[in-house]
């Protein structure tokens, strides 16, 4: 049974991947601060032999390299998530998405983990004209701090290689939806469907914008095909 470690197994996206490799027979870690109050989710308080969470921060060496050197799979989902977030507390997202990610990097690199996940976004391409399709070659213009923050650590990640046994994989997320434990309702698609439930009248701005969605589950599912896949 292979082990894997959830670092911010407590949020939106990490509740349902930590819920999907329970189901599938595996052992799961939570590593997470709970740093949006999120103690009473679901999954937090679950009591399974296969199931352990650990309350630790990504810049306690300490703490995240106890249980690094536990798991066959490591899954990076931690951060301040998002560009009003991250432009409203500059300082925190860069102690956090800079230092405490590059620290879990290292961490992962030292112990040659063999499938280390780090979940990126679709933000890194920035805007594109609606006549390009982007692709993993498409050029990076990152315009927020979160984005900028997540084009540094996927530079970081892939400097790496040839100087360590780690096996990364980068996933550049479409924006999520869909139902969860811990759940957000600023996300566009949940948010309208909170206020259409609630009998809001819906503003639509930029109409004619296109970005993609996609639904937890099915990351859940692509996290777990990584995971599965040949080195």
């Not at 106890?66 to 997202?93: H, M, Q, R, W, Y």
């Not at 993993?136 to 360590?164: G, H, M, Q, R």
């Not at 503003?203 to 599912?221: E, I, L, M």
């Amino acid at each position: 049974m292979s082990s894997v470690l959830m670092i911010g197994g407590e949020g939106y996206i990490g509740n349902i991947v930590s819920l999907n490799l329970l189901k599938e027979g595996y052992k799961v870690c939570s590593f997470d601060n709970l740093l949006y109050k999120n103690n009473n989710c679901v999954l937090y308080k679950i009591t399974s032999n296969n199931y352990n969470f650990v309350y630790g921060d990504i810049l306690d060496s300490y703490s995240l390299e106890n249980e690094i050197i536990k798991a066959d799979a490591v899954v990076l989902l931690a951060g301040l998530v998002g560009d009003p977030i991250t432009k409203s507390f500059p300082k925190a997202a860069s102690l956090i998405n800079d230092l405490g990610i590059r620290n879990v990097i290292n961490l992962c690199s030292k112990h040659q983990i063999e499938k280390f996940i780090f979940i990126s976004t679709c933000s890194n391409y920035g805007l594109i004209n609606s006549d390009k399709t982007a692709d993993e070659n498409f050029p990076l213009n990152p315009l927020s701090l979160y984005a900028k923050s997540k084009v540094t650590a996927e530079k970081y990640i892939l400097s790496l290689k040839d100087k360590t046994k780690m096996h990364p994989t980068i996933l550049r997320f479409a924006t999520a939806f869909g139902l969860s434990p811990r759940m957000r309702f600023d996300l566009t698609i949940n948010e309208f469907t909170r206020d259409i439930a609630n009998g809001k009248e819906l503003q639509v701005y930029d109409a004619k914008t296109w970005r993609p969605y996609c639904h937890v589950q099915d990351f859940a599912f692509l996290i777990q095909k990584v995971i599965e896949a040949p080195v």
